[in-house]
Structures are given as structure tokens and as C-alpha cells.
């Protein structure tokens, strides 16, 4: 009797804990295909690696034709990711909404008064793990390899 009522609180147990995703599907880490449109209605694209660094992200865009690098820092806030960066010498920032393997993002730099759009769609996994933090000069300008 005792142990058919043990068994049965333990099932009970089990009903009453959520469901706690795996590490896996939570990972917003690795690379990304971007494509947006800047502020002055031309299109761009390029790759986006992100970085986990603790309870902190770190990312950096590398835009196209001419690879320019925007190193950024960031946070997890449910199921967005906002971030901070700096480009052409004004702070801007970008929140995106996580949506499983595609993230939504509006952006902002100072000075301006509207938001724009970008898109973050993931990679397949057989390209390397992101290990490094963007390597930043003290002008706040990326540095190569």
C-alpha cells in the first residue's frame, strides 16, 4: 500500500513540473544570414556570429560588398535578444524576437526617429562553433582575423 501511494505522488510530481526546453533549443549561438534594409532604403546582407559570454552575447555583423565589420553586446530577455553597438560613430540598438531558428529584429541608431528591419536566419550546423569574442581596438573598430 505504501509504496503504491509513494508511486503515486511521484507521478503527481511529475505533473506538476514544467517543461524546461533543452540547452540545444535555447542556444541562440552560432552563425547567421542577415539581410535588412538600412535607413536610406538600400538593402543589405551579409553573416551575423553570435557569441554566448556567460549571461551576456556578444555580436558582430559582417556586412556586404565590402565585409564591414559591427561588433555589438547584448542580452537574452525571454524570447528576445537586444543589442547594443555602435556604427559610424553613433550608439544604435537592435531587439530581435526569437522564432526558432529565425530571429526578427527592429533597429535604431541615434539621431534618427524610425525603426527598421532585419532579419537573422541560422545556419546550418557543419559550420564551426563560434569560440572567440569579436577582437575590438579601443576606437571601437574591429579588427581583422
Same mark, same amino acid.
Given at each position: 500500500?505504501? #509504496?503504491?501511494?509513494?508511486? %503515486?505522488? !511521484?507521478?503527481? %510530481? ?5 517543461? !524546461? *526546453? ?6 541562440? =549561438? ?18 551575423? $556570429? ?12 559582417? %556586412? ?12 537574452? =530577455?525571454?524570447?528576445?535578444? !537586444? ?6 560613430? #553613433?550608439? /544604435?540598438?537592435?531587439?530581435? $524576437?526569437?522564432?526558432? $531558428? ?8 541615434? /539621431?534618427?526617429? $524610425? ?8 545556419? *546550418? ?6 569560440? =572567440?569574442? *569579436?577582437? !575590438?581596438?579601443?576606437?571601437? #573598430?574591429?579588427?581583422?582575423?
Amino acid at each position: 500500500m505504501k #509504496r503504491r501511494l509513494l508511486l %503515486l505522488c !511521484v507521478c503527481a %510530481l511529475m505533473l506538476t513540473v514544467p517543461h !524546461v *526546453p533543452s540547452a540545444q533549443a535555447d542556444d541562440v =549561438a552560432g552563425y547567421y544570414q542577415v539581410s535588412g534594409q538600412n535607413s536610406d532604403g538600400e538593402i543589405y546582407a551579409g553573416t551575423v $556570429e553570435i557569441v554566448e559570454t556567460g549571461k551576456t552575447l556578444h555580436i558582430r555583423w559582417t %556586412l556586404k560588398p565590402n565585409d564591414v565589420q559591427i561588433v555589438g553586446v547584448g542580452l537574452r =530577455a525571454g524570447s528576445q535578444l !537586444v543589442f547594443s553597438y555602435v556604427t559610424q560613430g #553613433r550608439p /544604435g540598438l537592435i531587439v530581435y $524576437e526569437i522564432d526558432g $531558428e529565425t530571429l526578427t529584429g527592429r533597429w535604431t541608431v541615434w /539621431g534618427f526617429q $524610425e525603426t527598421w528591419g532585419e532579419v537573422l536566419t541560422r545556419m *546550418p550546423a557543419d559550420r564551426p562553433t563560434p569560440t =572567440a569574442k *569579436p577582437k !575590438v581596438k579601443p576606437s571601437g #573598430r574591429t579588427q581583422q582575423g
